[in-house]
């Protein structure tokens, strides 16, 4: 079955710094990948996502990569802020599926001033 | 962006009760809308696919009598947990997506915190 990880620890980080998730999946190539952000007692906001066929989308701030070799995608957000403290989630678009997603555990992070 | 609602944002129930969840997509008309489940420092588990004037899809291990869904028109689909009982206790939220868009973001509703005593 499809099988997809985050790190389970917390990352902080001080202001300023770059912050950098990673996402890994077995099981499965899957044709999109997505990250949310995710605040505590709210639904998931979508953040970026990225094609099988894609290494790289950026905006703004935001950076993701995708290795389908390594079956892994990296979330990057450079200049952080206290306001980027959330908890982010990566997700699997099962392809025709009619959308259906799959998550990771979710990593996390705290930005200190 | 495409919104998307759920009533109530909370509740507290009796065992043994039943409680009803209301997801509405507000500007845009969903066939398809999903249930999610989450608990506490966990990711998101996908419970059933809604759909428009069908049965749900139901995902492995979800009691599909127990979790009654309806999906009664194209913006508006209700969960219902029939005999809550406190392991029921969870964050529920469901999301949707315009036509067309299935390969692309979901939204989500602020979601539902269901507290059973």
């Known amino acids: 079955s499809q099988k997809i990880e985050q790190n389970s620890e917390a990352l902080n980080i001080q202001e300023g710094k770059t912050a950098t998730l990673t996402c890994n999946y077995t099981?499965?190539?899957?044709?999109?990948l997505q990250w949310y952000r995710q605040d505590p007692g709210r639904g998931p906001v979508f953040l970026l996502l990225?094609?099988?066929?894609?290494k790289e989308k950026r905006k703004e701030r935001l950076k993701v990569t995708f290795d389908t070799t390594l079956k892994q995608s990296l979330f990057h957000i450079t200049a952080s802020q206290p306001a980027d403290s959330a908890t982010y989630l990566c997700?699997?678009?099962?392809?025709?599926?009619?959308?259906?997603?799959?998550f990771g555990q979710g990593t996390e992070l705290s930005v200190k001033p | 962006g495409a919104v998307v609602s759920q009533h109530p944002s909370r509740v507290i129930c009796k065992s043994g009760t039943s409680v009803k969840i209301e997801c509405r997509s507000l500007?845009?008309?969903?066939?398809?809308m999903f249930w999610y489940r989450q608990f506490p420092k966990q990711s998101l588990m996908l419970m059933a696919t809604?759909?428009?004037?069908?049965?749900?899809?139901?995902e492995q291990g979800v009691e599909k009598d127990k979790f009654l869904i309806n999906h009664a028109s194209l913006t508006l689909s209700t969960l219902t947990v029939t005999s809550a009982h406190p392991e029921d206790s969870s964050f529920y939220i469901c999301?949707?997506?315009?036509?067309?868009?299935?390969?692309?973001?979901?939204?989500f509703g602020p979601g539902t915190r269901l507290t059973v005593l």
């Open positions: 999301s949707a997506h315009p036509p067309n868009t299935v390969l692309d973001e979901q939204f």
């Open positions: 099981n499965y190539s899957p044709a999109y």
């Open positions: 990225i094609r099988e066929n894609e």
């Open positions: 997700a699997l678009l099962i392809y025709n599926q009619g959308g259906k997603l799959i």
């Open positions: 500007d845009f008309q969903a066939t398809t």
């Open positions: 809604s759909n428009e004037g069908s049965k749900a899809t139901y």
